[in-house]
């Protein structure tokens, strides 16, 4: 009987808790940051960031590659797009950062 009180009670005061409030008592801060993508390059951007020809034909090459898998996955010309730019720039940037 004693459990079932403790429960009750439990789920009295849980029951009015928002996502928000729930992250907070049980401690996730999971979340990344709204921000914390760099942004994305575009070819050009790459030479003046200083990478080699090298770096920045592997770079696209898998920017292409991963604009490849969302086409074949039938999204539109826009999201394929987007795919590659967000890559390259990943790689760019990962690139610099090393």
């Known amino acids: 009987m004693r459990m079932h009180c403790?429960?009750?009670l439990a789920v009295v005061l849980l029951a009015g808790?928002?996502?928000?409030d729930w992250s907070e008592v049980v401690g996730s801060k999971s979340d990344p940051p709204v921000n914390a993508d760099p942004p994305a390059a575009d070819p050009p951007a790459a030479a003046r960031a200083g990478i080699s020809a090298a770096t920045d034909r592997y770079c696209q090459t898998a920017a292409k590659a991963r604009e490849n898998d969302v086409a074949v996955q039938g999204f539109e010309?826009?999201?394929q797009r987007a795919a590659y730019d967000k890559t390259y720039g990943d790689c760019v940037y990962w690139a610099v950062r090393r």
Request: aromatic share 0%; proline share 0%.
């Open 17 to 20: 808790c928002t996502d928000a």
């Open 77 to 79: 010309d826009g999201i």
């Open 6 to 8: 403790v429960l009750a």
